[in-house]
């Protein structure tokens, strides 16, 4: 396998049960050493969510998280304050003093996430992170993640569902099992952004959860509009749900993912 991701990339690994992805997010985090081969330019400063999270254990969500930013540096009272910024974002169920052993499965795995972010990574890798998560969370997530490649960082994640890989990421690699990359190729390929308005005659259109249809994996709201990106096999149908609740269509164009800017600091993993 022959991968580089450089600064601002969020890169997306598919493929089957056993192809591979958990292994090679694994040997780009340091975690496994590549049986040959070599990896090179991998960053010092790295969040890494497994694709298990072992949460029982005592401690609070904000005792474990500052515990951790102790381990990495930081000073006490950053990494509670950061600690609690993060979990206050992510919605937390039973806050951030809720004890681990007591967290729901999508509730542990916003945890992982919050200690992977608690020092701003050059790299950030994630193993099918939107796994048990609410549809409320997955915005979040998601905002996080763009938020990390605006500023200077790649992201590289893996999840089974096409249409999330098409949504997040700036490109697709697909694993086949051997070894090797056998699709290379942009994110964004399979999405569109439906803009919708309300009618000209003024009339408020009936509300829609935007999040609940099928094939809606992003809602924005910007004065007056509303964004969604829809996976192409819905769109049909997502735009047959505005037009009966009352929403115009202003525009239906291809989707492709924001790219954030490289920095100095972004030198390519290989």
């Given at each position: ?90 919605s937390l169920v039973g806050g951030a003093r809720a004890s ?8 542990a795995q916003k945890v992982a996430v919050a200690q992977a ?32 490649a605006a500023q200077g960082g790649a992201v590289v994640f ?113």
């Amino acid at each position: 396998m022959d991968l580089e991701v450089s600064s601002g990339d969020v890169v997306a690994l598919v493929g089957g049960n056993g192809s591979g992805k958990s292994t090679l997010l694994r040997i780009l985090v340091g975690l496994t050493r590549p049986t040959t081969g070599r990896v090179s330019g991998r960053p010092r400063r790295i969040g890494y969510v497994p694709d298990r999270f072992t949460a029982h254990d005592r401690l609070t969500a904000l005792s474990y998280l500052t515990h951790m930013g102790r381990i990495r540096g930081m000073p006490a009272s950053a990494a509670r304050a950061r600690a609690e910024h993060l979990l206050e974002r992510l919605s937390l169920v039973g806050g951030a003093r809720a004890s681990l052993r007591t967290l729901s499965k999508g509730n542990a795995q916003k945890v992982a996430v919050a200690q992977a972010l608690l020092v701003r990574p050059d790299l950030l890798v994630l193993d099918e992170p939107w796994s048990g998560l609410e549809a409320s969370a997955h915005g979040v997530l998601t905002e996080l993640i763009d938020e990390v490649a605006a500023q200077g960082g790649a992201v590289v994640f893996t999840d089974h569902r096409e249409a999330i890989t098409e949504a997040h990421a700036t490109s697709v690699h697909r694993l086949d099992g051997n070894g090797h990359v056998t699709v290379h190729h942009g994110g964004g390929d399979l999405l569109i952004d439906v803009v919708l308005t309300v009618p000209t005659t003024g009339d408020r259109p009936a509300e829609v959860n935007w999040p609940a249809q099928p094939g809606v994996l992003d809602v924005v709201r910007r004065s007056g509009e509303v964004v969604l990106r829809v996976a192409r096999e819905h769109s049909d149908a997502t735009l047959l749900t505005a037009l009966r609740h009352g929403w115009s269509v202003v525009s239906v164009i291809g989707a492709v993912p924001a790219k954030g800017p490289r920095s100095d600091a972004g030198r390519a993993l290989s």
